[in-house]
């Protein structure tokens, strides 16, 4: 048990004690003698706040900050700076404008040292604004000044004002140092500006500085994010002490630049030395595997990470839920899940976005929303997520509905806000309201539509048979359409049966895309449900001049945690006799239910026979019916396809949920089906 401490000490016995007890770290003891002083002077308070500050514990300097002013004690600019260095380690943006606001009110905000601590506050709170107002108000500015404000625009998302900056210093006559030269250098490696870079570089071998790892490992990232990987590993090479920082760059840019097997070798021989690796080591190594489609090898990296005695962070389980979003992996996702609940990242709103989107991708919408609730500060990020999450389950009217409450909010949209919502009101055939909202974009957001924007009013208009009025459009585009505009149009053109505009729209997606297969098949399947055989045979011949082939469609189902695929006519899976007996049972029901085959689907000149039996054997129909053959209790199975699901599936596909009283949900290329009762959520166009 701590010894009392004692009351009514004198004021600078007091001041002593606590002082001491500030140094030796026990700041519960120093507060609590502080708090038995009746009357505290200005230098009892500082040394509190300096400690607290010092010690990393921002929220309590800033409460102590507020008590003083309460007593309205007139602050000196020692107490101003830490207080203004504990709202930078908070980043509370409301705090730092008081700060600034105190340091105008008491005639300190033009000293140089309390002058550069609040450029980097107002930098640290990404406050761009406000940094620029203090160091214009510097009547004075060193090297610690320059380098702030460079440092404040590379981290407020501005790299060429930051850039810039730096020039001015040097013109200026104020020689950069190093912290200057590793602060401006990822501005250079965001930009890809080699030239500067290199500047830089010569800079640093001249003044002797190749051995700060700081500016070594900066300049070894600018080379890589340029594309020039062998200068980066000369850098690295010749680097006299590689940290574990110098290293993980090195990782990253490996990946970056495609050279997977020298980033996992690097890796390896970190790992011979354990001090060697650390969180972002992992999360380097892991999101490589990511980035270069090693999905698999990243989840083992995970296994082995946690074997290793370093939990996933923020960062690491981001790039996990992507892994598991990827492979619509709904096991590994929930497990994730499970491990954030346990480790306490449920108030984490990077985490649990990508959360949201892996439920959304595989399938499990209502849980998507559940966890979009629980957020309680939702960025621009976490309603982009939910709106594009219900736009790709074709769920328009409750993304537009999400997107009124974003504004309600007060979170501003910004272009990916609308490209989610637009592509909402195209699924759902909300004409008017997707019309309403792209004319709002310049009108009332200021935000110029782009070339997305603008193939979505192209496909709600096409989706809603409104053909002409989609070409016309197009031809009134302000800037270039793109292969999607034209692409939403000739899928509509399926659709409603218009080979005239078929014909302009292939024509000018064979010069944008003139190896994409699928407009030339999509071309030819219009010219054969319109029965022209001759320009139906002359689009596939012109397909084989070109040497271009059409990607196989596949489909796949998770059952028991592994992955089953299946291609149009598959035997290979070894319970192919169940399957096709099934199906050939299923077959009968659903005829007997009023199910027609749709022949138009079938491609070739066969008869109707053969035609219906091959319609049989697509590759989602194997996949629904090996789902159903291993429900195992469950109530719905999710089953996913690399292309546009075909039409006479779709519709069989109801009619199997309606039978079997399973709900069957269907991830084509373009968006989720939800089949129910003989119905699906597409209505019947997608």
Known sequence: MLPRLPSNLPAQLSLKLIKTYCESGDLTRAHQLFDKMPDPDLRSWTVLISAYTRRGCANEAIYLYTRLRDREIQPDKFVLLSFVKACATYGDLIEAQRAHKDAIAFGFHQD?????????????????????????????????????????????????????????????????????????????????CLNLGREIHGFVVRNGVTENVFISSALVDMYASCLHIKQAELVFNRMVNRDIVSHNVMISAYFENGEPAKALATFERMKVEPSKLNYASWNAVICGCLQVGRTQQALELLSEMQHAGFNPNQITLTAVLTACTNLESLRGGKEIHGYIIRHGFLNDTTVLTALIFMYAKCGKLEISRKVFEMISRKDTVAWNTMIYANSM???????????????????????????????????????????????????????EPDSEHHSCVVDILSRAGRLEEAYQFIQNMVIEPTASAWGALLGACRVYKNVDLARIAANRLFEIEPHNAGNYVLLSNIFVNAKLWGEASETRKSMRDKGITKEPGCSWVRVKNKVHTFVAGDKSNEHSDDIYTFLSNMSEKIRQAGYLPDTDFVLQDLDCEEKEDTLCNHSEKLAVAFGLLNLSGESSITVFKNLRICGDCHNAIKFMAKISGVTIVVRDSLRFHHFRDGHCSCKDFW
């Open 112 to 192: 140089l040292v309390l002058g550069n601590a609040m450029i980097d506050m107002f930098g640290k709170c990404k406050f761009l604004e406000g940094a620029k107002r203090v160091f214009n108000e510097l009547r004075f500015r060193d090297v610690i000044s320059w380098t702030s404000i460079c440092s404040c625009y590379v981290s407020c998302g501005r790299p060429r004002l930051g850039i810039n900056a730096f020039r001015e210093m040097v013109l200026d006559g104020v020689r950069p140092n190093s912290v200057s030269v590793s602060s401006i250098l990822p501005a250079c490696s965001e930009l890809k």
């Open 393 to 447: 389950h074709g769920n328009g009217n409750e993304a537009l509905m999400l997107f009124n409450k974003m504004l309600k909010s007060g979170v501003k949209p910004n272009p990916v806000t609308f490209t989610g919502v637009l592509s909402g009101c195209s699924h759902s055939r909300l004409v008017d309201e997707g019309l309403f909202i792209f004319n709002s974009m310049r009108r009332v957001h200021m935000i």
